[in-house]
């Protein structure tokens, strides 16, 4: 073989072998690299009074003798435990609630609490110091000693919304729960008792067919419980509830009962009392806008006021049942009221009532004494007296042949006499047919005053109108 030739070879072998080295540098299997070195890694496992995720207890809270299981993750991240991700190691808390385990550098581990080896009633509670459990740590070269989880009991408040018929704020018997009341529940985070802006609004449920309702998985801490207003629904109570849960303590907490009271109403309306009797006729149908009525709890002293709108009519909504003074005033020297001003009513649970009419007059300066109607063979004989009179120019009579029919003017004027002390008037309807029954007014001029009606009958017989106010 020539010089060349061996040179050749050997410069080929040379490489190969450098190429071998390489390759066993970069390429060597596991099973042949270096073993990783084991890192510390540890937590708390802690009982959170307060439930806020923060390790803050103190002393004394931590949990003793809970499992931890640690899993090798398979490199997707996901929690499959005894699957893909295969056991690597199980250990204890120790009697301050801490643990550790030393684990190979480098790889990722799920840390696994055994919730079985909990105090019964335990649950895991979000927060910055507590891991999401199960917890997913890298070991990345250095002691891993926060790898924490918190737990806490949860427990209940409860309650009911009942109808109180007495309104004595009492859950008594034949008060029935009130069904489909919605009522929320608040975390009391600002001033306790009171809502507002800062309390954390948590949920929402309805009562059921008893008036009972049940908030559940509650921590530790200041609760509110609402009730949501509804129309034409009041309270004899209180309806918001301030509630304090301690689950470490008791399992649940029994508010105060909500009492609901079904307001009631009142109506009427405010009108032109044509003939001055007092009583809302039919055809009476004009009303006075913009009068301001009053009315009075006599029990507890409430005062309410509305006001008549433009055809007159009022009405006192959403009162709480009880006694009442319904008070209208004189609308102004040109309208005074022609009846009782004030009246006294019961309103009861869910009671609505209606009909409570004012009639107004404009005022005269006559003083009616008597107005009577007396038969005289076919003839109708008319007398009335008066009490006073100032300034009247008369009187004329009008004339109907029943109370839904027209009135209409039969006289002529009647001069007035104008005397201080009153004077008496006749008339005599000699127009009348016998046998008719007819209804007459008196009207004063010029102030147009009414005053009646009165009737008489078809044969004989009289009627007399005795007027008791002084218009």
């Not at 003839?379 to 009490?387: P, S």
Request: proline residues 4%.
């Amino acid at each position: 073989m020539s010089k060349s030739l061996k040179k050749t070879l050997l410069q080929r072998m040379m490489i190969v072998g450098l190429a071998l080295v390489v390759y066993g540098v970069f390429f060597s299997s596991p099973s042949a690299a270096s073993p990783l070195t084991d890192i510390n890694m540890g937590g708390l496992v802690w009982g959170d009074r307060n439930g806020d995720g923060l390790a803050n207890d103190g002393t004394g809270s931590g949990l003793v003798n809970v499992v931890i299981n640690v899993y090798a993750d398979n490199g997707d991240q996901m929690f499959q435990p005894n699957t893909s991700d295969k056991l690597v190691t199980t250990t204890r808390t120790a009697s301050d609630g801490r643990y550790q385990v030393a684990l190979p550098d480098g790889l990722a581990y799920w840390f696994d609490v055994d919730e079985s080896t909990l105090t019964a009633g335990l649950q895991w509670v979000a927060g910055a110091d507590s891991r999401s459990e199960p917890a997913l740590v890298i070991a990345s070269g250095k002691e891993t000693g926060d790898i924490n989880f918190g737990y806490s009991p949860r427990g209940s408040v409860w309650g009911t919304v009942f109808y109180d018929y007495d309104l004595d704020g009492q859950h008594g018997l034949g008060e029935p729960g009130a069904q489909g009341v919605e009522i929320c529940l608040y975390r009391d985070r600002g001033v306790i008792g009171q809502l507002g802006p800062e309390d954390g609004f948590l949920s929402c449920t309805f009562s059921d067919e008893q008036g009972n309702y049940l908030f559940g998985s509650l921590l530790y801490g200041d609760y509110l419980i609402v009730e949501t207003p509804r129309l034409g629904v009041g309270n004899s109570t209180f309806n918001l509830i301030a509630a304090f849960l301690d689950p470490w303590l008791v399992q649940g907490t029994d508010v105060p009962d909500i009492g609901d009271v079904l307001l009631a109403s009142m109506s009427g309306k405010l009108y032109i009392d044509v003939d001055g009797d007092g009583r809302h006729d039919s055809d009476e149908n004009m009303g006075i806008s913009g009068v301001s009525l009053q009315a009075k709890n006599i029990t507890s002293g409430a005062l309410y006021a509305v006001q008549s709108d433009g055809e007159g009519l009022f009405s006192f909504d959403n009162l709480m049942p009880g006694v009442y003074s319904l008070e209208a005033p004189d609308v102004s020297s040109s309208l005074v009221r022609s009846g009782p001003g004030d009246v006294t009513l019961t309103l009861g649970f869910d009671d609505h009532q209606s009909g409570y009419d004012f009639g107004y007059v404009a005022p005269t300066s006559v003083s009616l004494v008597s107005f009577v109607a007396e038969r005289v063979g076919k003839n109708v004989q008319l007398r009335w007296a008066t009490g006073s009179e100032q300034n009247q120019e008369g009187f004329v009579i009008q004339r109907a042949t029943g109370l839904g029919k027209p009135f209409v003017t039969i006289s002529p004027l009647i001069v007035a006499a104008n005397q201080p002390e009153g004077a008496v008037y006749e008339w005599s309807d000699t127009s009348a047919s016998a046998g008719t029954q007819y209804w007459y007014k008196l009207q004063s001029m010029p102030d147009g005053e009414l005053f009646g009606p009165i009737s008489i009958n078809g044969a004989s017989g009289f009627k007399t109108f005795l007027p008791t106010l002084q218009r």
